[in-house]
């Protein structure tokens, strides 16, 4: 799978998921739920044990899964999850070091930015997208719109405080995708393999996002 890609991958779905579990097993349920439920994009933070591991197992079966690392604050990790099959780089700050690996590797690379100034230093970095974290923090939608308007050339993510009632409005606001984490894959769900739950909410926020565009 090319960078262009997993750009348009993960452009088109608009959602990006974080997957942050206390177990590999829980982890590799997680994503390969998110992937039959027709959201082919997963973030494996590194504060989950084996990420790595669990990455080279995702896209070794899964050649069209979007799996990327998430979390990587430095080189050395990034280069593991890179050599591991990751697809994409992210993490909650900007950190230029792994932007830079990121761009040398030839993946894509999210780094996570709040102020204008780190996301206008994120895109000339290098970044394919910024994540905006944490959007709900500073002002929800009416923060990413205040982004947006100024810097519309940079694709932006809103992650942070995204849910069933903010999601709508986030991508009316401009953002290109939604990070979500356990409000699409809640605990007792992955750790009780809920698998109809999981599809059920995948569905509920792969609408929103299709309204959204459509309105």
């Excluded at 390969?32 to 989950?48: H, R």
């Excluded at 990790?77 to 591991?84: G, M, S």
């Amino acid at each position: 799978m090319t960078r262009e890609e997993v750009k348009q991958i993960i452009a088109h779905i608009g959602i990006f998921p974080a997957i942050r579990v206390g177990d590999p097993a829980d982890a590799l349920y997680a994503a390969e739920t998110l992937y039959a439920a027709g959201i082919p994009v997963a973030e494996i933070t590194m504060t989950t044990p084996g990420a790595v591991d669990v990455i080279a197992e995702l896209t070794k079966r899964f050649p069209d899964f979007a799996v990327g690392a998430g979390t990587v604050l430095d080189t050395a990790t990034a280069e593991r999850c890179v050599d591991a099959g990751a697809r994409f780089l992210t993490s909650t700050g900007l950190v230029f070091d792994v932007v830079e690996q990121g761009v040398k590797s030839q993946v894509v690379v999210v780094p996570g930015a709040l102020t204008p100034s780190e996301v206008i230093a994120a895109w000339r970095a290098g970044a394919d997208f910024v994540k905006i974290f944490p959007a709900a923090a500073v002002g929800g939608d009416l923060y990413i719109r205040s982004l947006q308007l100024p810097l519309p050339h940079i694709p932006l993510i809103a992650a942070g405080g995204v849910n069933q009632q903010t999601a709508m409005g986030f991508i009316l606001a401009g953002a290109c995708a939604l990070g979500v984490g356990m409000e699409l894959l809640p605990r007792e769900a992955v750790l009780h393999r809920q698998s109809q739950r999981i599809h059920g909410l995948a569905r509920r926020f792969l609408g929103f996002v299709r309204e959204a565009r459509a309105s």
